[in-house]
């Protein structure tokens, strides 16, 4: 599985980015991770293969909101009402479905993309 994250950028306080995640190979849970600087990486959103499934982290809900074309074969995070503290590198992260849902620990994610940086200013 090979995953490319695109679309961080700088915003202001309140303002919106959309990420993408194209992920070529199996057929899998796609999720999202951020990591601040001096932080743990942590969970955000994830999705299922078929896209009925979705879960957040508690501090995004409402604000996020994830989303995929099994077309194009690609992920989306719909990021809106952003907040200084979203500031972050966010990647995109792969692992096949099974019945442990969701997956919050990044320790069990198989695949990992590069990070694309979300700066959101004051």
């Known amino acids: 599985v090979q995953l490319q994250a695109s679309g961080g950028g700088l915003v202001q306080t309140g303002g919106s980015l959309r990420l993408s995640c194209a992920a070529s190979g199996r057929r899998t849970d796609i999720g999202w991770f951020r990591q601040a600087p001096g932080k743990e990486r942590e969970f955000v959103a994830e999705?299922?293969?078929?896209?009925?499934?979705?879960h957040y982290e508690d501090s995004v809900k409402g604000r996020f909101t994830i989303s995929r074309d099994n077309a194009q074969n690609t992920v989306y995070l719909q990021m809106n009402s952003l907040k200084p503290e979203d500031t972050a590198v966010y990647y995109c992260?792969?692992?096949?479905?099974?019945?442990?849902?969701?997956?919050?620990?990044?320790?069990?994610?198989?695949?990992w993309g590069q990070g694309t940086q979300v700066t959101v200013s004051s």
């Open positions: 992260a792969a692992l096949p479905g099974d019945n442990n849902w969701p997956h919050t620990r990044k320790y069990i994610w198989n695949y």
């Open positions: 999705i299922n293969w078929t896209g009925d499934l979705t």
